[in-house]
T-cell receptor, first 112, second 113 residues
Framework: EDQVTQSPEALRLQEGESSSLNCSYTVSGLRGLFWYRQDPGKGPEFLFTLYSAGEEKEKERLKATLTKKESFLHITAPKPEDSATYLC?????????????FGGGTRLMVKP | ETGVTQSPTHLIKTRGQQVTLRCSSQ?????VSWYQQALGQGPQFIFQ???????GRGNFPPRFSGLQFPNYSSELNVNALELDDSALYLCASPSKGPGIEQFFGPGTRLTVL
């Protein structure tokens, strides 16, 4: 069974204080690992897809990396508007259709 | 803007009732997936429809059912509502491009009293 665990559950940062969010996964044949941002009461917003170990993707202050067992979302010099829940999900080759398995998310709060 | 819309935005029902939630995608993609997200948790896969047929289901009982129409809009139906069905219900459609990512709608917040 595919499993995704995210840590920490919650993270408080001061504006400008860089940090990393962790996503550990167990999957039988990774087809892709995804990062989403979710604001309260809204649907997840797509950020990145990573396909293989060693791959990196960047967007503004965010950088996602992937190893064979985990992924990191690095946030450089965060701003208050980066406050949100960040979700990690995996899709396996043997999953029915496009099924995604999500972690519980990391709630990020950035104080000015 | 993902091009995925859902209705209604909010819904309040009582235990034992039935509910229908709706989803449509501007892209007209022939695949749609539904997820349930309880408060403080990650989304959980309910099922997927491809060309109007269910082709994958998560760990949800048969009282969760769906439909996909020829215009590729979709419905999620839940019968005999239970208190634990209170959640944000999300539908998702695949990327129009070469990527395999899913794009989510804004969700329907269902409260069961």
């Amino acid at each position: 069974e595919d499993q995704v665990t995210q840590s920490p559950e919650a993270l408080r940062l001061q504006e400008g204080e860089s940090s990393s969010l962790n996503c550990s996964y167990t999957v039988s044949g990774l087809r892709g690992l995804f990062w989403y941002r979710q604001d309260p009461g809204k649907g997840p917003e797509f950020l990145f897809t990573l396909y293989s170990a060693g791959e990196e993707k960047e967007k503004e202050r965010l950088k996602a990396t992937l190893t064979k067992k985990e992924s990191f979302l690095h946030i450089t010099a965060p701003k208050p508007e980066d406050s949100a829940t960040y979700l990690c999900a995996v899709r396996a080759y043997n999953n029915a259709g496009n099924m995604l398995t999500f972690g519980g998310g990391t709630r990020l709060m950035v104080k000015p | 803007e993902t091009g995925v819309t859902q209705s209604p935005t909010h819904l309040i029902k009582t235990r034992g009732q039935q509910v229908t939630l709706r989803c449509s995608s501007q892209s007209g993609h022939n695949t749609v997936s539904w997820y349930q997200q309880a408060l403080g948790q990650g989304p959980q896969f309910i099922f997927q429809y491809y060309r109007e047929e269910e082709n994958g289901r998560g760990n949800f009982p048969p009282r969760f059912s769906g439909l996909q129409f020829p215009n590729y809009s979709s419905e999620l139906n839940v019968n005999a509502l239970e208190l634990d069905d209170s959640a944000l219900y999300l539908c998702a459609s695949p990327s129009k491009g070469p990527g395999i990512e899913q794009f989510f709608g804004p969700g329907t917040r269902l409260t069961v009293l």
